[in-house]
């Protein structure tokens, strides 16, 4: 439960940043990071597309630049975009201007007010940089499918066992993780709207 819901001292390090939705609504917003990809994100958006769902891409805009026909189909199909920083850098490792540079670069293609930092960890310097411009959105609920360690049924027994209302759950559009959300996501999808879960973007 460490990795799959953040503790609270995290969320009080970074509290101006969005966790979790309204704990009243029963509602579920999925995100994808780190695409777009065309070994991934098609599927994803089949998928989604197929059960009626929109979902928030954080992409990595490097990516978004080398396939920009997915980042267009993302943005033409109703999802929403967040930046995931442009080469996918880490908050700790990188200047706070360095790692500013890099979130305009990735703005220039993905035109967002969200951002959501790699791997979740800034520099507290960064993070309140970014909070004068950006909407920081983290995440309630991780489903670790990036984890070589991970199956399918992990993968969707962790959305079973944290999914709660107002969750912020993260996949992944990435080599890492497709080969378990072929299974997974339409099951989480489904077991989630069994339960009676509205899914949502961000405004």
Same mark, same amino acid.
């Given at each position: /439960?460490?990795?799959?819901?953040?503790? /609270?001292?995290? +969320?009080?390090?970074?509290?101006?940043?969005? #966790?979790?939705?309204?704990?009243?609504?029963?509602?579920?917003?999925?995100?994808?990071?780190?695409?777009?990809?065309?070994?991934?994100?098609?599927?994803?958006?089949?998928?989604?597309?197929?059960?009626?769902?929109?979902?928030?891409?954080?992409?990595?805009?490097?990516?978004?630049?080398?396939?920009?026909?997915?980042?267009?189909?993302?943005?033409?199909?109703?999802? +929403?975009?967040?930046?995931?920083?442009?080469?996918?850098?880490?908050?700790?490792?990188?200047?706070?201007?360095? *790692?500013?540079?890099?979130?305009?670069?990735?703005?220039? *293609?993905?035109?967002?007010?969200?951002?959501?930092?790699?791997?979740?960890?800034?520099?507290?310097?960064?993070?309140? #940089?970014?909070?004068?411009?950006?909407?920081?959105?983290?995440?309630?609920?991780?489903?670790?499918?990036?984890?070589?360690?991970?199956?399918?049924?992990?993968?969707?027994?962790?959305?079973?066992?944290?999914?709660?209302?107002?969750?912020?759950?993260?996949?992944?559009?990435?080599?890492?993780?497709?080969?378990?959300?072929?299974?997974?996501?339409?099951?989480?999808?489904? #077991?989630?709207?069994?339960?009676?879960?509205?899914?949502?973007?961000?405004?």
């Amino acid at each position: /439960m460490i990795i799959e819901q953040p503790s /609270m001292w995290l +969320r009080w390090l970074y509290p101006r940043a969005t #966790w979790r939705m309204n704990r009243h609504e029963k509602a579920v917003y999925l995100t994808f990071d780190d695409g777009p990809i065309p070994e991934a994100t098609p599927f994803i958006l089949d998928t989604l597309k197929h059960y009626g769902i929109k979902a928030t891409f954080f992409m990595v805009g490097d990516n978004a630049r080398k396939y920009p026909e997915l980042h267009q189909r993302v943005v033409n199909e109703g999802h +929403r975009i967040g930046n995931h920083t442009h080469n996918h850098i880490s908050g700790f490792r990188h200047s706070i201007r360095k *790692y500013s540079y890099n979130v305009e670069k990735a703005n220039a *293609y993905l035109h967002t007010n969200l951002v959501r930092p790699p791997h979740g960890w800034m520099r507290w310097g960064l993070y309140a #940089w970014l909070g004068r411009k950006y909407r920081i959105v983290m995440w309630d609920l991780v489903t670790r499918d990036y984890s070589k360690w991970m199956t399918a049924d992990d993968v969707f027994n962790n959305v079973k066992r944290y999914a709660r209302n107002g969750s912020i759950i993260t996949f992944h559009d990435s080599l890492k993780s497709i080969d378990k959300l072929r299974t997974a996501l339409p099951q989480a999808i489904e #077991w989630l709207q069994a339960q009676g879960y509205a899914f949502k973007i961000f405004e």
